[in-house]
């Protein structure tokens, strides 16, 4: 059951450009949209979350934009580095009931030198 | 701190045939969940421990799949009998507040 949409599938950016990765959820009881980040052989690990009382949250070079009307958010990864290079999943869940936890089938990004 | 252990790290075994999975999380995180993810794409939800108690395990294939967390630490999911489509990577996490760590995975390979 897939309740949130992300695209694309991969994505091939330049060192230094800005990929933009998009998810869309479609339960409105979601209030906890985390993106994880997952490099090959590893298990997914957080990089950034969002609550939706906010439109932009930013953590160093990783940026998530929220827009609650539309039911999307995006990340946004600025000045990107080849170690920046992993698979990207975005997650929506209720606050305080992970087991709603559902992830996006993730954005595989290679970051060219 | 140390992070979510796992155990085997990688199994290959003939369909039919049964494997088990071993998980130690985090130190004095109560909630555990077990992930599949299949290749390309998101992990899916099997179970979650509260404690050792099942909070949620309606994705969980009963049939075949089992899972304990018998004093509320560490878990094992187990499989019997394993089919072709049980190909995947079993991703045990653990929990304080929102957010998830995940281990690194046990890639399984049913043949």
């Known amino acids: 059951q897939q309740q949130v949409k992300q695209s694309p599938q991969s994505l091939i950016v330049q060192k230094g450009g800005i990929p933009i990765i998009n998810c869309a959820y479609e339960?409105?009881?979601?209030?906890?949209f985390p993106w994880y980040q997952q490099f090959p052989g590893k298990g997914p690990a957080l990089l950034i979350a969002?609550?939706?009382?906010?439109s932009e949250k930013k953590e160093g070079r990783f940026t998530i934009s929220f827009n609650k009307s539309a039911k999307q958010f995006s990340l946004h990864i600025m000045d990107s580095q080849p170690g920046d290079s992993a698979t990207y999943f975005c997650a929506a869940s209720i606050r305080g009931n992970n087991n709603d936890m559902r992830f996006g089938a993730g954005t595989r990004l290679t970051v060219k030198p | 701190e140390a992070g979510v252990a796992q155990s085997p790290r990688y199994k290959i075994i003939e369909k039919r045939q049964s494997v088990a999975f071993w998980c130690n999380p985090i130190s004095g995180h109560a909630t555990l969940y077990w992930y599949q993810q299949i290749l390309g794409q998101g992990p899916k939800l099997l179970i979650q421990?509260?404690?050792?108690?099942?909070?949620?395990d309606s994705q969980l294939p009963k049939d075949r799949f089992s899972a304990e967390r018998l004093k509320g630490v560490d878990s094992t999911l187990k499989i019997q009998p394993a089919k072709l489509e049980d190909s995947a990577v079993y991703l045990c996490a653990s929990s304080l507040g929102n957010t998830i760590y995940f281990g690194e995975g046990s890639w399984l390979t049913v043949v």
């Open positions: 421990f509260q404690n050792n108690g099942v909070v949620d």
């Open positions: 969002i609550r939706p009382d906010v």
């Open positions: 339960n409105t009881a979601f209030d906890y």
